[in-house]
Structures are given as structure tokens and as C-alpha cells.
């Protein structure tokens, strides 16, 4: 069963802006914490926003400033707004939550000139 689906990744210039989306099923979204994570070749999965079920985020220091995390309740999705893309943003980008269920294909984001 698919219940995390990423989408709007794709390529873009440095500097550009991309808005990533993550559906799920109202049994994970209804749970406390989403998250943002990616990873790229040959480094281990990173997080890199965070968003509670009342709105609070968190963001990794790399994307601070850059990136945007918000929720839409009734339609169980998260969302990653990407703003001043750099080329070391490029990386497949999964959702999650905690305790982690079984992860997604995730979105590919390619930042390049």
C-alpha cells in the first residue's frame, strides 16, 4: 500500500524555485510530526524541515532562510516550497513521519546550469 507520494520535483537553474508536495493518508497525516528529508548519491538521508500538526516547523540550517514547510489538513498533504535553489540542493526528497512508515519513491530535484 502507497500511503507517502512525493511530486513536483524536476530540473532547475540555481536560484530558481520549486514547490514539492507529499500525499498521504489521513492515518499518518492525523500523527503529530511530517517531515522533509533528502538524500543524494552517496550520503545518507537527511532532514531537512519539519512541520507539527498545529503548524510549528523546523528547519536544517542548510535550508534555512530558503525553504518553506506547510501542511494542508484536508487534504492530507505536506508541502516543501524551495526557493534560491543551489546545485548541492540536488537530491531525491521523500516525506515522512515518526515513527517512519514505509518510505515513498520520493521526487527528484536537480539544481544545474
Known amino acids: 500500500q502507497v500511503q507517502l507520494v512525493e511530486s513536483g520535483g524536476g530540473l532547475v537553474q540555481p536560484g530558481g524555485s520549486l514547490r514539492l508536495s507529499c500525499a498521504t493518508s489521513r492515518t499518518i497525516f492525523s500523527g503529530n510530526i511530517m517531515h522533509w528529508f533528502r538524500q543524494a548519491p552517496g550520503k545518507q538521508r537527511e532532514l531537512v524541515a519539519t512541520?507539527?500538526?498545529?503548524?510549528?516547523?523546523g528547519y536544517a540550517d542548510s535550508v534555512k532562510g530558503r525553504f518553506a514547510i506547510s501542511r494542508d489538513n484536508a487534504k492530507n498533504t505536506v508541502y516543501l516550497q524551495m526557493n534560491s535553489l543551489k546545485p548541492e540542493d540536488t537530491a531525491v526528497y521523500y516525506c515522512?513521519?515518526?515513527?517512519?512508515?514505509?518510505w515513498g519513491q520520493g521526487t527528484q530535484v536537480t539544481v544545474s546550469s
Open positions: 512541520i507539527t500538526s498545529s503548524g510549528m516547523t
Open positions: 515522512n513521519t515518526f515513527p517512519s512508515r514505509d
